[in-house]
Every structure is written in structure tokens, then in C-alpha cells.
């Protein structure tokens, strides 16, 4: 984690200190939800074509919502962990130099964790509250795990930033409805659109060539549920 990634840490601590210590309500939500990746096609490609199929996710996390008093906007935390993994087959050579094809079994996983700050504004005095949201965020990557069966070895092959071990600064901006269930609890449907890696990009060289780090965006849609105020 370079000094810019300690700084966006540090600043999210202090934001989640700074909120609880002056709102005068806190809502403590519990969320799930269905993610959709979008970068490189080699990440998101299905296996049998030839990618490592990690085009979609599955995310969990605890979200907090603090109200201020006299304070037109609701301040956010929030803590997220994604998953995503896929197993397949495909037919390749073992190595450059044998032009022999066999069928490969390859399984691949990654996680990411994320701390979120960020803000809610309500426009609208609606029934069914709809908010807007913007979030900054850091993001850690973990390295893409990659199990071949046969296995096969060439010069390269882990290069692209994408698989490596990351930390990254992003944004999210999306909209949500607020439902209220029975007295205490709420529901919480929402959609982010994320730029997980928007600061903090790298590159990969090797033998004269540089390997970029592309874009990674995540569409998340979520549900979260209230179920404590304090």
C-alpha cells in the first residue's frame, strides 16, 4: 500500500470515527448482492474461450448510515467483501514449443475487499424514499488464483496486472428505494455502478513490453436490510 492508498485509509478512519461521534442516528444494515464485472476480456471470457471466466460475483458486506443533525445528506460506511470463481475446461497446448492440444481443467478465483465512505441524498419525498449515492473507496485484490490440471509453464504468463495483489483507490455513484418493512427494519434495494481501480493503476513490463493495468469497473445490484437503530 503506497503513501496515497495510507492516506485514503487513514482518511476513511476518520470519517468513520468523525460520523459516529456526531450523528444523532445510526442505522446498521447487512447486505448481499449479484456483481457484474466489467474489464479485459481474458478476465470475464468463459473458460472454453479461453478466459478465466471471473465475469460475475457475489458480495457481502455491513453497511452504516449515520443522520446529523441539520445535515441535508446521510453519511455512509461501508465494509464489502466480493467473490468471484469459476471452473472449466479447454483444450491448449502444454507449452509454447508442443503443438500437441489436450484437454485442461482450470479453476480461478479472486476476492476483493473494500472500505467505503461516501454520502446519500434524498431529493425526493416520496412514499418509497429514493436516494442518490456517491462513494469514495479503497479497494484490495487479492492475487487471482489460477489451478491447471495438467499443468503447463511459459515464460509470462502472470504479467498482467489484473492477477497480481493490489491496492487500489475507486468511486462508485448509484441510486436506491428504501422500504419499510415493520417497525425497526428496513429494506435497502440499490444499484452502484463501481471504478474500482480509478487511482493507483500500474503496469508489468517484460522483455521490452509493457502490460498494462485495464480498467476494472463492477455493476453491483444489492439488498440490504436495517436492523438496528441507535
Request: without cysteine; charged residues 20%; proline residues 3%.
Amino acid at each position: 500500500m503506497n503513501i496515497k492508498n495510507h492516506f485514503i485509509f487513514l482518511f476513511f478512519i476518520v470519517s468513520f470515527t468523525s460520523n459516529i461521534l456526531n450523528a444523532q442516528k445510526i442505522n446498521i444494515g447487512f447486505l448481499g448482492g449479484y456483481s457484474k464485472i466489467y474489464t479485459n476480456d481474458f478476465y470475464t471470457k468463459d473458460i472454453p474461450d479461453i478466459g478465466l471466466g471471473l465475469e460475475k460475483g457475489y458480495n457481502f458486506g455491513v453497511k452504516l448510515k449515520y443522520t446529523i443533525k441539520n445535515f441535508p445528506l446521510k453519511l455512509i460506511n461501508k465494509i464489502s467483501y466480493l467473490s468471484m470463481g469459476d471452473t472449466g475446461y479447454y483444450w491448449d497446448t502444454l507449452n509454447p514449443w508442443n503443438s500437441h492440444f489436450t484437454k485442461m481443467k482450470l479453476k480461478t478465483a479472486v476476492y476483493i475487499f473494500s472500505l467505503d465512505t461516501g454520502i446519500e441524498y434524498f431529493p425526493f419525498k416520496n412514499i418509497i424514499p429514493q436516494y442518490f449515492s456517491f462513494d469514495l473507496m479503497i479497494n484490495y485484490f487479492s492475487k487471482t488464483e489460477i489451478k491447471q490440471n495438467p499443468s503447463s509453464e511459459f515464460e509470462g504468463k502472470n504479467l498482467n496486472p489484473l492477477l497480481s495483489e493490489r491496492t487500489r483507490v475507486g468511486l462508485s455513484f448509484g441510486t436506491g428505494i428504501i422500504i419499510h418493512l415493520i417497525n425497526g427494519i428496513d429494506a435497502d434495494i440499490n444499484i452502484n455502478y463501481y471504478l474500482m481501480n480509478l487511482i493507483g493503476k500500474k503496469s508489468n513490463f517484460f522483455n521490452g513490453y509493457e502490460f498494462k493495468e485495464d480498467d476494472f469497473n463492477i455493476l453491483i445490484l444489492n439488498l440490504a436490510i436495517y436492523v438496528y437503530k441507535f
